[in-house]
C-alpha cells in the first residue's frame, strides 16, 4: 500500500539545526516546507535540497501569520548565539513570542502535531546540577540573555496554555548546547570560535578562567532526539532534556580542539560575559525512559566532523 507522505513544517529549516532536520525527514520521505526569514540562517545551508522533489523554502517572518497546510510543525526559527539574539534583542522576544503564536494557531486550524525547539537556557543560571525538567530555572529577567531565555519560557508557557486549552497535541524539547557542521562561522558560539581560532593558527578566546563548564551534543544526535520526540505518543509533551551528559570546563574544550587540529594555538583571556552560566549539564533521564534516545557520537569525533567542515571558513 502506497503511503501519503507527511507534511512537515520546519521553521527556521535554513539554520544549523533546522537544515540537517530537513535533511532527515526528506530522507525518511516526508514532504518538506522550509520557512526562514534568513536572519541567521542561509539559502547555502539548504542549497543541496532545493531540487529535491519533496521540499520547498519560503522566506518568511514567523512574527506575521503563515496559511500553509501541514501535519507536523517543528518550530525552530529563533537567533540562537548570544551575538545574534542580543543585537536586536526586541525581534528575539517577537520571535519566540509572536511566532510561537502563530505557530499555534496555524496548528490549531490545522489539527497538526507542534514541536518547540525550547533551551537550557530557561534554567538561566541554575542553582540545580544538573539540570533535571522539574527545576523551575533562575533567570534575570532584565538582563541581556532575557531576550532570549524569557522569550523561550513564555513560549513553553503558551503551547501549554494551547495543550490545556485547545488540546493540542504538543512537544517541548530543552535543548542544550549543540555542535556541528553548519553553525553559522560568525555566531561567537565558543564551538565554532575555537575551531576557526585553531584552524587560523590564532590564540583561542577564553572568557573568563575557562572553569564554567558546558555539555556538547553532536548535531545529528540532537536531530534523532527531536524527531523522536515528535513521532512519540500524544501523552509524551515534554519538557524533555535533550543534549549530551558529559560535562566539561571550556577550557578543556580548548585543550580537546588544539590537540585535533594539531596546532601550538595559544589561549587569550576575556572578560567573562554578564549572566553567562557557570554551570550546564541535562540530565536526560526523562530522554531516555520517554523516547528511549540518549547521544552516540563522542565529543572527538563529533569535533573532528565539525573541524572538517570548517576548513573551508579558515
Ligand atoms: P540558527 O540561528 O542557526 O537557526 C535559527 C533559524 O531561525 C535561522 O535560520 C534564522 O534565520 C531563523 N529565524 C530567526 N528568526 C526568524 C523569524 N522571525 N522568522 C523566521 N525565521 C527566523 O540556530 P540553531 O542553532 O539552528 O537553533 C535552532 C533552534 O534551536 C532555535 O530555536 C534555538 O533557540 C534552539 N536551540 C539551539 C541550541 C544550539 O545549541 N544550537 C541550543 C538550544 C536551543
Ligand atoms: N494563525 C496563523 N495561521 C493560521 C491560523 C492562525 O498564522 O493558519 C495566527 C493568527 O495570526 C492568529 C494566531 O495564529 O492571531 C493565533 O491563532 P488562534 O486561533 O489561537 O487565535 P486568534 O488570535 O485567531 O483568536
Ligand atoms: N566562550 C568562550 N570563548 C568563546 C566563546 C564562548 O570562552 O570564544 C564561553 C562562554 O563564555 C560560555 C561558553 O563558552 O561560558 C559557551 O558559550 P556559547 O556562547 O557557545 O554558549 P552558551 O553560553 O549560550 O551556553
Redesign the pocket.
Known amino acids: 500500500m502506497k503511503t501519503v507522505p507527511k507534511r512537515v513544517l520546519v521553521t527556521g529549516g535554513a539554520g544549523f539545526l533546522g537544515s540537517h532536520l530537513c535533511e532527515r525527514l526528506l530522507d525518511r520521505g516526508d514532504d518538506v516546507l522550509c520557512v526562514d526569514n534568513f536572519y541567521t540562517g542561509m539559502r547555502h545551508n539548504v542549497a543541496h535540497l532545493l531540487d529535491h522533489p519533496n521540499f520547498e523554502l519560503m522566506r518568511h517572518d514567523i512574527t506575521f501569520p503563515l496559511y500553509v497546510e501541514v501535519d507536523e510543525i517543528y518550530n525552530l526559527a529563533c537567533p540562537a ?2 551575538i545574534h539574539y542580543q543585537r536586536d534583542p526586541v525581534q528575539t522576544t517577537k520571535t519566540s513570542v509572536i511566532g510561537a503564536i502563530n505557530v499555534l494557531g496555524l496548528a490549531k486550524r490545522v489539527k497538526a502535531k507542534v514541536l518547540q525547539a525550547s533551551t537550557s ?1 530557561v534554567y538561566g543560571d541554575p542553582t540545580v546540577h544538573p539540570q533535571t525538567e522539574d527545576y523551575w530555572g533562575n533567570v534575570n529577567t532584565t538582563g541581556i540573555r532575557a531576550c532570549y531565555d524569557e522569550g523561550k519560557r513564555c513560549a513553553e508557557t503558551l503551547f501549554f496554555d494551547y495543550l490545556r486549552q485547545h488540546r493540542l497535541r504538543i512537544k517541548v524539547a530543552r535543548i542544550f ?1 549543540t555542535y556541528g557542521p553548519r553553525m553559522h562561522p560568525n555566531d ?4 565554532s ?2 575551531v576557526l581560532s585553531a584552524l587560523r593558527g590564532e590564540d583561542l ?4 578562567d ?1 572553569s ?1 563548564t ?1 555539555s556538547f551534543c553532536f548535531v545529528d544526535d540532537l536531530v534523532d532526539g527531536l524527531m523522536k520526540l515528535m513521532d512519540s505518543e500524544d501523552s509524551v509533551t515534554g519538557p524533555v532534556n535533550l543534549g549530551n551528559p558529559r560535562e566539561m570546563t ?1 577550557r578543556e574544550l580548548a585543550e580537546t580542539v588544539t590537540e585535533l587540529v594539531g596546532g601550538k594555538n595559544g589561549i587569550s583571556y576575556h572578560p ?2 554578564q549572566d ?2 557557570m554551570q ?1 549539564q541535562p540530565n536526560i533521564g526523562k530522554a531516555k525512559q520517554l523516547l528511549g534516545w540518549e547521544p552516540r557520537v563522542d565529543l572527538r569525533t563529533g569535533l573532528e566532523k565539525t573541524i572538517a567542515y570548517f576548513r573551508d571558513f579558515a
Open positions: 548565539s548570544p537556557e548546547n561567537g558560539r565558543v564551538v570560535n575555537f578566546t577564553l572568557y573568563g575557562g564554567q558546558r571550556v567573562l560575559p553567562d552560566p550546564r
